[in-house]
C-alpha cells in the first residue's frame, strides 16, 4: 500500500548527543525486546535496516516487517501482490527510496510506495539466491549470490564485477572510511575492489562469516572457526584481546559511531570492545545462549540486534542510570540521598541502613552502624554525615565512625523525622512528637514544641528558617517564633511536602496539590493549568541552568525557572520535559517522605531516590545540550478511510460524498522510546480547538459537511525541551451534487422556468376564458339584437293586426285563431331566446352560494310557469373550484329545462349534498319520465354524461316511462385548481 508521507524538518532526537557512551557500562543503558506476541512478523530477525524516512524495516522467514517504534506492519505474499517468497536474506535502500529485497530464491524485490518489481535473468541476476546486499556512499548497489560474481547494478542491469577467482562464495560485504568495498568468501579469503575489479587482499583457511570496517580503517573479519581477525600487513591474524571471546562462530560485526566493535557470536551472545580496550557483554533476559543474526546502530545511537528465536533487541542510552545496591534485591528502594563536604554521595537504603555510592553501585556501609533503623541524614559542613534513628538518637559520622550526639535532658525522645544544617552551622532536628531541637555551636539546645513533624527545612541563619508540615503547611522561624501559613493564606489544603529557596530569596514550595512560590507574605500558585504542576511535588533542585527539577509520582519533570516565572502573568503552556522509566530510571514513582529526596551535587549531577532502586542523572546529561545535528523525527500519515475503505493517496485527500466517518492514520518514527512521542491535531474550517491525544495515532471525524479544510497535527517528545512541531494536508469532502452550489443555480433556473410556465399557462387560460366569454356575449347580443328584437317585432306586429281585425266586420274567428297561434309561438321563441343566452352565462352571482345560485337559476327558468320549486343543502358547504360549480350549475340548467319542456312535471326537489371529498346533486321531479337506456335521451343528457365523465365523476337515472325522474350527480372536489 502506498503511503502519504510528510517529515517534520526540525524535531530531533535528545538523545541524539548520548549515543552509546563508550565510557558508560553497558548495564546503565536500557533494553528492549519485541516477539511475534509483541506485533515482531516472527522471532527471528535476518536481516535489518534503517531507511531515510525514519522506519525499521526488519527481515524475517516469515516476510517484512515495518517499524516506527510502536507497530508493526506486515509484509508479506499473503497481502502484496507480486511478493512470491517471505524468506529474507538481506535489504538495502536504493537511492530513489526503494527497499531491495533478497530472499531465499532467486532474483531480488524491489517494494516501493507499496509495489513490488521482481528482477531477475533478464535484468543480469544469476538463478541463485541474494545473500548479501549494500548500497555504498556513493549510491551504488552491490548484490552477492550464493554462488558466482559479485554483482553492481547500473540503474537497469546487474553486471558481472570481473576477479582473479572462477567462481566466488561471498558470505559478508563492507565499506571502509575511505570508500573501498570488502568481500569475505566461503573458503576464497578476504578480497577488496580495487579499480573496478576484485583482487585478493589475504587467505584464509577458514569461511569468512562477517565484516567490520573500524573508523581509523582497520578491517575486522568474524570467521566460523578461528574467531575474530583482523587485516595485518596483508595477512588475517586474531588480535590478543580476542582470547577474552568465547570460541564461537562469529555471527555479525559492526563498529558503531564512537568507535566501538560489536561482536555477535553464535549461542554466545553480544560482546562491546571499546577503543579503550574494555571488552563487556551485552547479557539479556534470556541468558548468553543467543545469536546475533544482524546488527545496526540507527541514526540516534541505538544499537539493534536481530536474533535467531529470540526476537528483536535494542540496546539504546537512556540520561538516567540506576545505582543498584550491592547484595541486596535488584529494585531495593531508595529513602533518601545527600552529598558530604568530601563529595561522597551518601544513600538511605529501603532496609534503613546507610549507603555509599561508589562505581555506579550503591554499598551498605560495614560494622559500626548505629542502634536502631536509620531514619533520616543529611551533610555536615565540617565533613561527614548527621545521622538520625527510628529510637531518636542523633551521631555524626566522620572518618568511617559513628559518634553520638548528646541531647539534652528529658522524656525519652522520639523518632527523628528530619535534620537540616543552616548556614550558621546550626543543626535542627525534628522530631515527629517532641517538636523541632536547635542545636547552635557553643549555645544551649532550645525546643520548640510547636513544631511537629517537619518533613523539610530551609533558610536560617540570616534570613527565617522555613519549615514544611504535611499537617501545618509553611512555618516560618524568625525571632524565636513560629507562625504557620496554611490554606487561609493561599497555601492550599493539604500541607507542604518539599521547599527550595532560590538565590533571589524566592520560597518554592512543593505541595500534594502542585507548585507554588512565596514571598512577602504572598504565595503565588501554578495550579490553573492542568500538567505536572498539579501533581504531588516531591522534591525540587535547581541547576546551575536555573532550571528547575521536580520529583512527583509520575516522573522528574525538568522546567526552566524563567518560564515558571513568566507564566505567573501571561498565559499558555509552560515547557515541561518529564523523565520516568524510559529514561533508565528503575520507576518513576520517587520518594515522598522527609527530605532530602532529592540531590544536586556540585559536579551537577541529580539524584532521585525511587521506589525501586537510587536514579542518578549525568551532569553531562543535564546541562544544556548542544546544537542538535541528529535525524529529524518524522512525520508520516499513513493513510485515509472513508467508513472503513481506505482512499487513494492524493493530496490532497479527497473524501467521497456521502462519508459518515472519516479517519487518518499518522505516526512519528521515534525507533526507541515511542512512548514518549505525543500528537494533537485538529481540522482547521471545523474545529479550533486542539484534540489532545497522548500517543493515539489516528483521528476520527463523523458526518464533516463538504467543503475544504486542512488537517493539522503537532507533535512532540516528552524528553524534549522546545514547542511542538506542526505539518498539515489539505482535506476535501466532496458533496453530492444537491449539495454543490451549481445544483441550486440549475434548481433556481428551473424553479423560474417553471414559474413562467405556470404564469403562461395561466395567462392563456385566462386568454381562452376570456375568449369564451367575449364569444359568448357575443352571440348573447346577436341572439338579442336580432332574435330576440325580431320576435318582439312579430308580437307587435300580430298584436296590431290583432286589434285592427277587432274593428273589422265579419267573423274574424280564423284569422285571429291563426294570429293567436302566432302570438304564442312567437311567445315561445323569445322565451327559447332568453334562455340560450342564459344559458351561456351560466355563473354563481358574487355573494352567493352555489345554493343561492340554483335557487336563482330555477326562478328565472321556471318563472311563469306552475311547477313547484324545492331546494335544500346538507353537509358544510366549501369551495368547489370555479369549474365544478359551473358545471353543477349548467348540470342543474340542463335538468330542469328538462322537467319544464319535456317531463310536464308539476314539482321540482333540487338537493345539494357536501360530503367528504366529494360533492352530490339530486334532481327529482314527478313528469313523465322516460327510459334511459333508451338511444332517444338527447343532447342534454349526452352533454351531462360528458361533464360528468372529464370531471371523473358519477351519474345516476332512476327513471321509467310515467314515473318521473330522479337524476343524482356525484363529483370529487379538486384540492388546487388554476
Known amino acids: 500500500m502506498r503511503r502519504l508521507v510528510i517529515a517534520l524538518p526540525c524535531l530531533w532526537a535528545s538523545v541524539t548527543g548520548f549515543a552509546l557512551d563508550p565510557a558508560r557500562p553497558l548495564a546503565t543503558h536500557a533494553s528492549h525486546i519485541w516477539r511475534s506476541e509483541d506485533g515482531l512478523l516472527q522471532d527471528t530477525a535476518t536481516a535489518l535496516l534503517e531507511s531515510r524516512d525514519g522506519f525499521l524495516w526488519i527481515g524475517t522467514e516469515a516476510g517484512l516487517v515495518r517499524f516506527d517504534g510502536a507497530t508493526f506492519d506486515h509484509y508479506s505474499r499473503l497481502n502484496v501482490p507480486g511478493f512470491a517468497h517471505n524468506e529474507i536474506h538481506c535489504l538495502a535502500e536504493g537511492p530513489g527510496g526503494g527497499l531491495w529485497i533478497g530472499t531465499s530464491e532467486a532474483g531480488l524485490y524491489r517494494f516501493q510506495d507499496g509495489a513490488v518489481q521482481a528482477f531477475g535473468a533478464a535484468e543480469g541476476l544469476p538463478d541463485q539466491p541474494i545473500l548479501r546486499l549494500l548500497q555504498d556512499r556513493s549510491g551504488t548497489l552491490w548484490a552477492a549470490p550464493q554462488e558466482g560474481p559479485l554483482l553492481r547494478f547500473d540503474g537497469a542491469r546487474f553486471r558481472a564485477v570481473p576477479s582473479d577467482a572462477a567462481r566466488l562464495a561471498i558470505r559478508a560485504i563492507v565499506e571502509d572510511p575511505n570508500g573501498t568495498l570488502w568481500v569475505g568468501t566461503a573458503g576464497s579469503g578476504l578480497w577488496r575492489l580495487q579499480g573496478g575489479r576484485l583482487v585478493l587482499a589475504a587467505l584464509a583457511s577458514t569461511d569468512i562469516t562477517a565484516l567490520g570496517a573500524g573508523v581509523e580503517g582497520e578491517i575486522w573479519v568474524g570467521t566460523r572457526s578461528q574467531g575474530l581477525l583482523t587485516l595485518t600487513e596483508g595477512r588475517l591474524e586474531a588480535p590478543a584481546w580476542a582470547k577474552g571471546l568465547p570460541p564461537r562462530a562469529i555471527s555479525s560485526l559492526l563498529v558503531d559511531r564512537q568507535g566501538s566493535l560489536w561482536v555477535g557470536l553464535e549461542q554466545a551472545g553480544l560482546f562491546r570492545r571499546t577503543p579503550a580496550g574494555s571488552l563487556e557483554t551485552a547479557t539479556a533476559p534470556a541468558g548468553s545462549r543467543w545469536t546475533p543474526l544482524s546488527l545496526l546502530e540507527d541514526s540516534s545511537g541505538a544499537l539493534w540486534s536481530g536474533t535467531e528465536g529470540r526476537g528483536l533487541r535494542v540496546l539504546y542510552p537512556v540520561p538516567f542510570q540506576t545505582l543498584p545496591v550491592v547484595g541486596a534485591d535488584l529494585e531495593e528502594p531508595a529513602l533518601m540521598v545527600c552529598q558530604d563536604a568530601q563529595g561522597t554521595v551518601w544513600c538511605l537504603t529501603g532496609d534503613q541502613s546507610l549507603g555509599e555510592v561508589r562505581q555506579g553501585r550503591v554499598h551498605r556501609v560495614g560494622p559500626g552502624n548505629p542502634g536502631g533503623p536509620i531514619t533520616t541524614i543529611w551533610p555536615r559542613r565540617a565533613g561527614g554525615l548527621w545521622v538520625g534513628t527510628r529510637n531518636g538518637e542523633l551521631y555524626e559520622r566522620h572518618e568511617g565512625q559513628f559518634r553520638r550526639v548528646r541531647r539534652p535532658e528529658g522524656p525519652s525522645s522520639d523518632a527523628i523525622v528530619s535534620l537540616y544544617e543552616d548556614p550558621q552551622n546550626i543543626l535542627w532536628v525534628a522530631t515527629s512528637r517532641q517538636g523541632l531541637l536547635k542545636l547552635a555551636p557553643g549555645a544551649a539546645p532550645v525546643m520548640f514544641p510547636a513544631v511537629q513533624g517537619a518533613l523539610a527545612m530551609t533558610g536560617g541563619g540570616s534570613a527565617p528558617l522555613y519549615l514544611a508540615s504535611r499537617t501545618q503547611g509553611l512555618g516560618i522561624l524568625e525571632s524565636s517564633t513560629v507562625r504557620w501559613l496554611g490554606r487561609a493564606e493561599g497555601l492550599g489544603s493539604s500541607g507542604a511536602l518539599s521547599l527550595h529557596l532560590d538565590a533571589e530569596g524566592f520560597l ?19 495550579g490553573e493549568r492542568p500538567g505536572p504542576l498539579l501533581l504531588a511535588i516531591h522534591g525540587i533542585l535547581e541547576d546551575g541552568s536555573h532550571r528547575m527539577w521536580l520529583s512527583t509520582g509520575q516522573g522528574v519533570f525538568r522546567i526552566p525557572r524563567a518560564a515558571l516565572i513568566k507564566s505567573l502573568n501571561e498565559a499558555g503552556s509552560i515547557p515541561a520535559v518529564v523523565f520516568d522509566h524510559h529514561d533508565g530510571m528503575p520507576s518513576r514513582e520517587t520518594r515522598n517522605g522527609p527530605q532530602p529526596v532529592a540531590w544536586l551535587t556540585r559536579e551537577g549531577d541529580l539524584y532521585f531516590p525511587t521506589s525501586r532502586g537510587l536514579a542518578r542523572l549525568d551532569g553531562r546529561a543535564s546541562s544544556p545540550p548542544p546544537p542538535k545535528t541528529g535525524p529529524a523525527l518524522r512525520l508520516h500519515i499513513l493513510k485515509a478511510e472513508s467508513d472503513e475503505t481506505v482512499l487513494p493517496d492524493t493530496i490532497p485527500i479527497q473524501v467521497p460524498p456521502g462519508t459518515h466517518r472519516f479517519e487518518v492514520y499518522y505516526t512519528a518514527t521515534s525507533l526507541t522510546r515511542a512512548d514518549k512521542v505525543r500528537f494533537r491535531y485538529r481540522l482547521e474550517g471545523l474545529e479550533h480547538i486542539w484534540n489532545e491525544v497522548g500517543d493515539r495515532r489516528f483521528s476520527a471525524y463523523s458526518n464533516v ?42 434548481c433556481a433556473l428551473g424553479a423560474g422556468a417553471f414559474a413562467w410556465w405556470l404564469l403562461r399557462l395561466r395567462l392563456q387560460q385566462l386568454e381562452a376564458k376570456s375568449a369564451v366569454l367575449g364569444e359568448r356575449n357575443r352571440m348573447a347580443r346577436e341572439i338579442h339584437d336580432h332574435l330576440a328584437q325580431g320576435f318582439t317585432g312579430v308580437l307587435l306586429q300580430i298584436e296590431a293586426a290583432e286589434a285592427k281585425l277587432a274593428r273589422l266586420q265579419g267573423d ?28 351561456l352565462r351560466p355563473h354563481r352571482p358574487e355573494g352567493t352560494s352555489l345554493l343561492g345560485a340554483l335557487r336563482v337559476l330555477s326562478d328565472r327558468l321556471l318563472a311563469g310557469t306552475e311547477i313547484q320549486v324545492e331546494l335544500a343543502q346538507t353537509g358544510e358547504p366549501r369551495p368547489l373550484g370555479r369549474r365544478v360549480e359551473e358545471e353543477l350549475l349548467r348540470m342543474a340548467q340542463e335538468a330542469l329545462t328538462n322537467a319544464l319542456r319535456h317531463g310536464k312535471a308539476r314539482w321540482v326537489r333540487v338537493v345539494l349534498q357536501y360530503e367528504g371529498r366529494q360533492v352530490r346533486l339530486n334532481i327529482e321531479d314527478d313528469g313523465q319520465g322516460f327510459d334511459p337506456s333508451a338511444d332517444a335521451a338527447g343532447y342534454g343528457m349526452r352533454s351531462i354524461r360528458e361533464s360528468v365523465r372529464q370531471l371523473r365523476g358519477r351519474i345516476d337515472i332512476d327513471s321509467s316511462p310515467g314515473l318521473g325522474t330522479r337524476i343524482t350527480i356525484t363529483l370529487p372536489t379538486q384540492r388546487w385548481h388554476l
Not at 508 to 526: H, K, M, N, S, V
Not at 816 to 836: C, I, M, N, P, Y
Open 508 to 526: 518554592w514550595i512543593g505541595t500534594p496539590e502542585g507548585l507554588r512560590r512565596y514571598r512577602d507574605g504572598a504565595f503565588q500558585t501554578f
Open 812 to 839: 274574424p274567428e280564423p284569422v285571429l285563431t291563426r294570429l293567436d297561434h302566432a302570438r304564442k309561438l312567437a311567445v315561445a321563441s323569445l322565451q327559447e331566446a332568453r334562455r340560450s343566452v342564459m344559458a
Open 705 to 746: 459537511p463538504p467543503g475544504s479544510y486542512r488537517f493539522v497535527l503537532q507533535a512532540w517528545r516528552l524528553d524534549e525541551d522546545g514547542p511542538p512541531q506542526e505539518q498539515s494536508v489539505e482535506v476535501r469532502i466532496q458533496p453530492y451534487l444537491y449539495q454543490r452550489p451549481v445544483f441550486w443555480v440549475v
